[in-house]
């Protein structure tokens, strides 16, 4: 008999973001391999359950932030977490908290992927990843910079994958921002960059957030910068752009697979460290100002030398970051 894997997550398919492209990704991968895949995770929009790419997908609706409420939708799911060999939490451990006093011997792991908000980590958010690790039978942390930050001490870090190749970059000087509309990810300091070379780059904007009116209001009378809305296409976008505006992890390798120069944004300490800690650090750039955005994009532009040995270093690190490699790590936690 085929082995089962639950996993919790916050959000999922049709979602787009980079943990719901992680567990569709893995998902798919395992499935491949012959195991089942079962997804619980919160509805939206009137979504209801389905069988998705093979994946069986359980949706419940409630407060997210109520964890009664919440611990009670976890009760309708005790037959399938009775069917499964394996209980994955992502990022969402608490969810299934209250189940581990009914069922304690059933093997449960958590894959940590971020941090929470645009703020340092408080205390209370300390003591709930501590929590969460003690009760799991192994964790995964998606950066490195976790153990500074959360005191974490994983089984394996990753940093994400991707199954996308290599592009000829175009000769246009643009740019794309592909991302949430946020303060935290720095939408704002990306379009006052671009604006400060006065047409020298255009830049595309996809995305929605909070700030989604704002960035509007901002490039009203700017028509070299363009609001796109959503796209579901990553690949084709990237590929008609030469610079990628990218600061998560999974963005920036799907971007170094196709070959593009990559510019992330920080704006606190965690932040600067979530990107220093990555593996091709040294082949991006990094800023926190708009001034300093515009300085390195003017630099580039006429130094197409380091962007070509850049985009090489980090497209051959890029491409061995497979969604297969990804599911290896997976199963030889599952071993523990």
């Known amino acids: ?11 999922f398919y049709p979602h787009i973001g980079g943990v719901e492209k992680h567990v569709l990704y893995l998902s798919q991968e395992l ?17 209801r359950n389905e069988t998705y790419k093979g994946i069986q997908i359980h949706r419940f609706s409630c407060d997210p932030l109520n964890k009664f409420q919440v611990w009670m939708q976890m009760f309708r799911y005790v037959p399938v977490f009775l069917s499964a060999d394996i209980v994955h939490a992502h990022d969402v451990y608490w969810w299934y908290f209250i189940m581990r006093f009914f069922l304690p011997w059933k093997k449960v792991y958590t894959t940590f992927h ?62 794309v921002y592909i991302g949430r509309l946020s303060e935290d990810v720095g939408i704002i300091q990306y379009i006052q960059g671009i604006q400060l070379l006065s047409g020298e780059l255009t ?72 990107l220093s800690s990555f593996p091709q650090f040294s082949t991006i750039e990094t800023f926190s100002t708009p001034a300093e955005f515009a300085k390195k994009l003017t630099h580039l532009l006429k130094n197409s030398k380091k962007e070509k040995e850049d985009i090489q270093t980090a497209q051959r690190w890029a491409i061995r970051q497979t969604w297969g490699n990804m599911a290896d790590m997976y199963e030889e936690l599952w071993k523990t």
């Not at 008999?1 to 959000?11: A, D, E, G, R």
């Not at 153990?147 to 643009?174: C, T």
């Not at 070299?224 to 990237?238: A, E, H, N, P």
């Open 1 to 11: 008999m085929n082995k089962i894997i639950l996993f919790l997550t916050p959000s």
């Open 31 to 47: 499935i491949d391999r012959g195991y089942q895949v079962h997804i619980v995770t919160q509805s939206a929009k009137g979504e």
């Open 114 to 175: 971020g941090y929470e908000g645009s703020a340092l980590p408080s205390k209370k958010a300390i003591r709930s990843r501590k929590l969460a690790e003690w009760f799991s039978w192994g964790t995964i942390c998606v950066g490195v910079w976790m153990k500074k930050w959360y005191g974490a001490n994983p089984e394996s870090v990753m940093y994400g994958a991707g199954n996308e190749s290599p592009s000829p970059v175009p000769k246009n000087n643009s740019a």
């Open 203 to 274: 830049l595309d904007i996809y995305g929605e957030g909070e700030l989604t009116r704002r960035v509007k209001k901002m490039i009203e009378l700017t028509p070299f910068i363009q609001y796109r809305g959503l796209t579901s296409d990553v690949k084709t976008v990237l590929r008609s752009h030469r610079f990628a505006c990218v600061s998560r992890y999974l963005g920036m390798i799907e971007a170094m697979q196709i070959g593009r120069k990559v510019f992330a944004h920080w704006n606190n300490e965690i932040k600067k460290d979530y």
